[in-house]
């Protein structure tokens, strides 16, 4: 069981474009779901915290105008990522959560390069 | 408070040997303490975790050590094998509250043939 799907695993994108992430639970309800960014050999930074039926909660010094999280439902949330610039270029990271059981489930990461 | 202090950063082991790998805490709030493994362009995988009521868990070659009065755990590969070469961290949350993970700052494992 705590099986999460993340699309696309890799992505790249024009400077300037808007590129749109998946994570989705497949057996599970998840109730809060959260978006990590990871820059190479360093630790996973989080960025924000989504709970079912409220507004994404921003870490502070991301820009939620530039992140959009849309958590859809209680098997899908989303992650857009605004006017990229290579400065954006990192691995992103999803991982979900349900009411029922404790743990943390992880998507399996999307690698974002902005060219 | 919310922090995490890993160590080793970095890990060379022979094969067959033991891994060990640290992690201190500060918020005795923290009532899970999971750890993961992350291999390349990966997510992180639960490889195992512990809560505060005991010591010890093992889960076949991986034993997490838990001192909750020095708030201090650790993980131990046994036997370790080339394909445990990754990179591991510990974590920590109040689970009962839903809150985050605080990630350690991480271990990078090499395990030679």
């Known amino acids: 069981g705590a099986v999460v799907s993340q699309h696309p695993s890799r992505v790249i994108c024009k400077s300037g474009t808007s590129v749109k992430i998946e994570c989705r639970s497949l057996?599970?309800?998840?109730?809060?779901m959260f978006w990590y960014r990871q820059f190479p050999k360093q630790s996973l930074m989080l960025m924000a915290t989504?709970?079912?039926?409220?507004?994404?909660?921003?870490e502070q010094g991301v820009e939620k105008d530039k992140f959009l999280i849309n958590h859809a439902s209680l098997t899908l949330s989303t992650l857009t990522v605004t006017s990229a610039h290579p400065e954006d270029s990192s691995f992103y990271i999803c991982s979900l959560r349900g009411a029922a059981n404790y743990g943390y489930t992880f998507g399996s990461g999307t690698r974002l390069t902005v060219v | 408070q919310q922090q995490v202090k890993q160590s080793p950063q970095s890990l060379i082991v022979q094969k067959g040997g033991i891994s060990i790998i640290n992690c201190a805490y500060e918020n005795t709030a923290f009532d899970y303490f999971p750890w993961y493994q992350q291999f390349p362009g990966k997510g992180p995988a639960l490889l195992i975790a512990i809560r505060p009521d005991v010591s010890e868990k093992k889960e076949g070659r991986f034993t997490i050590s838990f001192n909750k009065s020095a708030k201090q755990f650790s993980l131990h590969i046994m036997d370790s094998q080339p394909g445990d070469s990754a990179t591991y961290f510990c974590a920590a949350s109040q689970e009962t509250s839903g809150s985050r993970l605080t990630f350690g700052e991480g271990t990078q494992l090499t395990v030679n043939p």
């Open positions: 057996d599970f309800q998840a109730t809060t």
């Open positions: 989504s709970n079912e039926g409220s507004k994404a909660t921003y």
